[in-house]
């Protein structure tokens, strides 16, 4: 990736980070008008080093783990920018920004080792964006489970803190939260379905570990438990939300062994 660009666009992230969190402190109308206009520059800025990149590699910039991270990363700040603008909840960037800091530096700092040694397989393609989607899904599930417990917790207290009215109803965020599950699962699931067929046919074996493969399937369990216990047990609220926050601490441990620890996917 363009380090120039890169660079531009992990600066403007930071700052818009800063911002997203004075604007939910002292919620100051300029605050957040900052944090939107660092948070677009920093993705136009992104937008232009994965173009770069792509042109210079003549493929899409997947090639990699940190580089398939960065465009996970890139998906997630649209997200955030599409949804902060249709629901009118402006402290949505003070929650989603620094998990976009966090991840831009990871894959910053990561060796970029190959993927994959067989990235002309349309299949793979397809299995790292549905991935790339379902995580940018469950940063947004994070957020509000996050969103959702700090407010519950001012609403038990009996008396309103600093950011209750600052933050959506609870039934809002409840809803938030699942639907974002709802939307993420899916691509996970596809995902790690065509991971493993592709897993057998270039590694002949779907069982040979990985730190990734292994962590995702982790991941994907507690989804798939808080899924079902919302669709069939009636969870809701903070059970919610904790599971929310436990699955997406696995996805970034998935995230970091990829990144930081040997094994099939080329970390």
């Known amino acids: 990736m363009h380090p120039h ?19 939910l402190v002292q919620r100051q109308a300029l605050a957040h008008r900052l944090a939107v206009l660092s948070t677009l520059i920093g993705w136009i800025a ?30 997630v700040v649209l997200l955030e920018m599409l949804v902060e603008r249709q629901s009118g909840v402006t402290v949505l960037g003070a929650f989603v920004m620094p998990v976009v800091v966090v991840l831009s530096l990871k894959s910053s ?26 995580i940018a899904a469950f940063v947004l599930n994070f957020a509000g489970a996050i969103m959702y417990l700090l407010q519950d917790r001012q609403i038990r207290a ?10 959506p109803p609870l039934e809002t965020l409840d809803n938030w939260t699942y639907r974002a599950l709802a939307l993420g699962f899916p691509f996970l699931t596809t995902g790690l379905i065509l991971g493993a067929v592709w897993a057998r046919a270039a590694w002949g074996s779907v069982f040979a ?31 919610a939300a904790y599971f929310a926050i436990v699955g997406f601490v696995v996805l970034v441990i998935t995230l970091g062994a990829g990144l930081f620890l040997p094994g099939r996917h080329g970390a």
């Open 46 to 75: 992104h937008t232009l080093a994965l173009v770069v990149l792509a042109i210079e590699l003549g493929r899409p910039p997947l090639g990699t783990l940190p580089n398939a991270v960065s465009v996970a990363v890139w998906v």
């Open 209 to 239: 570990f990985d730190p990734l493969a292994f962590f995702s399937v982790v991941a994907w369990v507690i989804y798939a438990g808080t899924l079902a216990g919302r669709a069939a047990g009636g969870w809701h609220g903070r059970r």
């Open 5 to 23: 660009l890169q660079s531009i666009a992990i600066v403007a992230y930071i700052c818009a980070m800063g911002l997203a969190l004075a604007h």
């Open 158 to 167: 009996k008396r309103p803190g600093r950011f209750y009215h600052r933050l």
């Open 109 to 134: 700092v990561a060796r970029p080792a190959a993927l994959a040694p067989a990235l002309g397989n349309a299949w793979i393609w397809i299995h790292i964006v549905l991935a790339l989607v379902g």
